[in-house]
């Protein structure tokens, strides 16, 4: 099957990632949403392009180009122009069921189904369409257009066909799938969340500032982002939930620290509320320790 139209099922961090990222490899994308915040998606991605533009890392007719080939909707009765659906909601199994069983009503039934999920098992979420053979697990990592790897995992009944898919379309993109078995949070989230829980209890602690671990961190193994502040770009309130998530499937390990359900209490998220670990300014990017000190 030809793909030239994707639809990217969530508009959060990274579901604009992988449209942008699709977009800018030459599919037509629909981007859906129908939570809150889902209006300024085409303007988050606007600025993702210009802070790439700005490292010269496109150029504005390039820019242009790519923002031409996404448009936003609510309206999931376009899926049934879909050729590939990509689903990239938040981690909660009753919201991905529901929202897979809708598009499984209006997409082509030769279209398959690929789930961003972290920490649901994909046979799990199967459960509710009637092409469970077609959905399989493409674990997307943020920011997605600079990171070149990807996690595939298939369910109980995935199919060939549908993993040759996911393979061809994480190739189109640029994307190394590493195939992996299925388990709940796979590698990265597990990974990173053991290093941003730990950080966090040394901060509440008080061994060390949250400048200065992330600091620590990142320049011992070569980042170009460290832990906090990838926490604080997923939004602590997924990071969050996602350790809520493992600690029930894993045990005391994933525990979350303190401060993090803290932050999260105060609305101290990250990001989008420019201030968690660290502190961001209007364009999303770090502040400085003096900078961030003054957000405090």
């Known amino acids: ?5 994707i639809a990217v099922l969530g508009a959060g961090r990274l579901g604009r990632g992988i449209a942008e990222c699709a977009a800018g490899k030459g599919y037509d994308v629909v981007l859906f949403s129908q ?25 504005e007719s390039e820019k242009r180009l790519i923002l031409g080939r996404i448009n936003y909707t609510q309206d999931l009765k376009e899926l049934s122009n879909a050729d590939l659906l990509i689903e990239a909601t938040l981690d909660k199994m009753q919201v991905k069921r529901e929202l897979l069983h809708t598009a499984d009503q209006f997409c082509r039934p030769e279209v398959v189904f690929i789930s961003a999920s972290a920490t649901l098992r994909i046979s799990d979420l199967a459960k509710e369409i009637k092409r469970s053979e077609m959905l399989v697990g493409l674990h997307f990592i943020p920011p997605v257009p600079d990171v070149s790897v990807a996690e595939l995992v ?15 379309i994480a190739t189109r993109l640029g994307k190394q799938a590493v195939e992996i078995q299925e388990s709940r949070g796979l590698v990265n989230p597990r990974a990173l969340l053991v290093m941003v829980n ?23 193994w070569g980042m170009k982002q460290g832990p906090l502040e990838m926490a604080d770009r997923l939004g602590l309130d997924l ?37 968690g670990f660290l502190a961001y300014s209007e364009d999303d990017s770090v502040l400085t320790e003096d900078e961030g000190n003054k957000e405090d």
């Not at 099957?1 to 139209?5: A, C, L, Q, S, V």
């Not at 493992?246 to 609305?267: D, F, M, T, W």
């Open 35 to 59: 939570g809150a915040g889902g209006q300024d998606a085409l303007l988050r991605i606007e600025r993702s392009l210009h802070r790439r533009l700005a490292k010269w890392g496109i150029t």
């Open 239 to 275: 990071v969050l939930s996602w350790m809520e998530q493992l600690q029930k499937a894993y045990g005391s390990r994933y525990a979350p620290c303190p401060l993090i359900r803290r932050y999260v209490r105060e609305g101290r998220l990250g990001v989008k509320t420019r201030l």
């Open 198 to 220: 730990e950080a966090a209890c040394m901060i509440d602690e008080g061994i060390c500032e949250a400048h200065h671990a992330e600091l620590i961190l990142k320049e011992s």
């Open 1 to 5: 099957m030809d793909i030239r139209r």
């Open 154 to 168: 298939r369910g109980e009944q995935t199919s060939e066909h549908a993993v040759a898919v996911a393979r061809q």
